[in-house]
Nanobody
């Protein structure tokens, strides 16, 4: 079983930055496409960003394009999300998800069988 643990959330003012990290363990996690999703109060969980297992291809939601950057450190079994120019609309619980090993990179929630517990990001205006 693959375990995912997110960290790095917090409270910042609009325009600020945060870096989220997702540590994977439990199985050989080097070859899993990974994604970040978020869920604001009263809303459904939505796609934010994803990266393929090789770290060579990444996807972003239109709302975060140019502000967020996803990356992975294979040696540390970690995927990070650098979030700059944060806006109040970015306030949400951020989740890390993993697809199955060697799967293709995807944006759909249902394509991710493994999830972390989430880390809260709050952006004040």
């Amino acid at each position: 079983q693959l375990q995912l643990v997110e960290s790095g959330g917090g409270s910042v003012q609009a325009g600020g930055s945060l870096r989220l990290s997702c540590k994977s363990s439990g199985r050989t996690s080097l070859n899993y496409p990974m994604g970040w999703f978020r869920q604001a109060p009263g809303k459904e969980r939505e796609f934010v960003s994803a990266i393929d297992w090789a770290g060579s291809t990444s996807y972003y939601a239109d709302s975060v394009m140019g502000r967020f950057t996803i990356s992975r450190d294979t040696a540390k079994s970690m995927v990070s999300l650098q979030m700059n120019s944060l806006e109040p609309e970015d306030t949400a619980l951020y989740y890390c998800g993993a697809r199955r090993a060697y799967a293709s990179i995807r944006r759909a929630l249902d394509d991710y069988p493994y999830w972390g517990q989430g880390t809260q990001v709050t952006v004040s205006s």
